[in-house]
């Protein structure tokens, strides 16, 4: 599949979507992401729910996650939102995260939808459908159901981060199992996306399949960068879960792109009791740029 | 996991998830489910949308689904939701799916939502809290993250069916990889449900966790009964995949209960342009659950 350099993918957005991805984190000079997993029990001060109705609790979340946009703008080009935190709110949490995408997007943030979707056929074009509409540039994917469920998520034109590699404990059971190959079952699935997303590539070397690759292991980390040349690499664990700067190093190309560290609580809770809680998050947001921009070779 | 036979599970449904799920199948001597996955391309004359907004678009499937409820209520005792085919339509979708699954519940049938979700920790936890709120006795999950990512969605007593071997033509590229210890990763997916399944089995012989493992293989559908002694199988594929009834036989177990064969667009799009489409669907669940209860030995 060509992309149209001018093409409209379906969330409305204009230009080859990894391009515009990797354009919002050359102009930061930020290989980094926020993700907005809120949960009511975390908010600041104030913003708690003024009752226990899911409508109550799906408002504060959604004022909270507004507050996160205005704080981390400044400093980071690139959002994601933990689908689940919303749907733990039925209709009204979905409603509400429909509203803080649009609100990113109204923010010029790349936007990537957290919902780990995995389907096949005409339910993986809906869930593409669904991710476009909610306003999500990027979804993440589950690709244990083979092409069949990635290539619809990436059919018109919006990208997708496969999980490839995750951070999780138990993400080794069935990923690292060694294969009669003598590969493991995670690059079996690093060069089944790599595939894919080789014919998608746009003008800044990346495609539209992205991969998700934990950032806790960086000497699977150097692996994974080779077995994907053409995917940027979306990856958790920074910081709360062990990873450190300097093993981030291999995934980033002489340019500086390639890889994007997602940080969530260590972000968006970087708050005490303080009322001013927003400069507390955009000063967190704002070092982790720094760290990763150096990283990567966007920063001195 | 010990299961008390009075849980009150997420969806305020009382019993063992599994169990109320056997006890329904055998009620109706009808080890089917029925799959919901409307498209408004394909409603009945008089049921099409009225505008080609998506509250239109979900109000008009909701219409439908109502309607299958009650065509095939006297047949089977079991429905599947496709998350899909509502997320499809926003948030008036999810409340469409949510009043629908209710309906469901109203009619004494049990709920799957047919969601694939897939993730870890708090995230898994809200997203089994909202299948619950949904309406959803169980839920289908993608097992790709481990065990972190499987626990959560039965920890407070409701059910999950793990994708384990699927139909589509791609399944097979990851699943059915061959591992070093001469397992496929399929069965090493099928042997960790099943260890996750066996501490939570109810008096009819089955655990909380479930697994899906297409229809259209019949010898693969041997092995995996063998592997997953302790979870009811969701075998989608029947009929329209090439699936066969004779196939089936060793999915049952001695009383008829162990597997459950879900079967769609067969049943909910049986009918042309007569007026009366419910009874020609009506008469589609009927013959599915014929067939096979036959099988099963449920019926004579």
Redesign the interface.
Known sequence: MSMESSVETPSGMVGHTADRLCDSILTKAAPVCVGL?P?VDRLPAGLSPQSDS?EDAASAIESFSIGILDAIMPHVGVVKF?S??F??Y??????AL?RCMMAARDRNLVTILDS?????????S??A??SG??GGDWTTI????????ITPFIEDGAGAFV?VR?S????????N?????GRT?AQ??AE?VSGLSEPTVGSRGYGLLGAVVGATHPAELESFRSWLPHSILLMPGYGAQGGTAEGLKPCFDSTGLGGLVTASRSVIYAFGSETDWMSSVGQAAALLADEVGKVAGLRS
Do not use: F
Request: glycine content about 14%; aromatic content about 4%; some cysteine.
């Open positions: 997993d949960v899911l933990q689940a935190c749907e733990r039925g209709p009204s949490g979905v409603a429909h780990k979707r995995g389907d096949i056929g005409i339910s993986a809906h869930y459908a669904a509409q909610m589950n690709g244990w159901l083979g092409e069949d469920g999980l995750t999780n404990p138990s993400g080794e059971t069935i990923q199992q060694p294969l009669k190959d079952v079996a699935m089944l």
